[in-house]
Nanobody
Framework: VQLQAYGGGLVQAGGSLRLSCAAS????????MGWFRQFPGKEREFVAA????????YYADSVKGRFTISRDNAKNTVYLQMNSLKPEDTAVYYC????????????????WGQGTLVTVSS
């Protein structure tokens, strides 16, 4: 199973980016999917998650109302639309998958994608 995240880049504060996570096999449609981010010197933190059907979503308080997670199972792709970006959103973003929608601790993740760097300039 491979997850590949892309779409990061440099954006000014207040701008938008959309991250994508493409998966090999049927991982996208078979598991809930999530996004994490990691600041320098810090552990990965939860950003957002979406259920297999897309009917349930969870967000970290720090991104609620600004970020939207979605999925297209036919395309084996999960997205993270990031609006109203702030300099403090600067981090490496990772897509992830696990069984079950409860407890999105990084220690429970079954599969990680490689990170994509998002840099928000002030």
């Amino acid at each position: 199973v491979q997850l590949q995240a892309y779409g990061g880049g440099l954006v000014q504060a207040g701008g938008s980016l959309r991250l994508s996570c493409a998966a090999s096999g049927r991982i996208i449609s078979s598991y809930p999917m999530g996004w994490f981010r990691q600041f320098p010197g810090k552990e990965r933190e939860f950003v957002a998650a979406i259920s297999m059907s897309g009917s349930i979503t969870y967000y970290a308080d720090s991104v609620k109302g600004r970020f939207t997670i979605s999925r297209d199972n036919a395309k084996n792709t999960v997205y993270l639309q990031m609006n109203s970006l702030k300099p403090e959103d600067t981090a490496v973003y990772y897509c992830a998958s696990k069984r079950g929608m409860n407890n999105w601790s990084a220690t429970l993740i079954a599969y990680w994608g490689q990170g994509t760097l998002v840099t928000v300039s002030s």
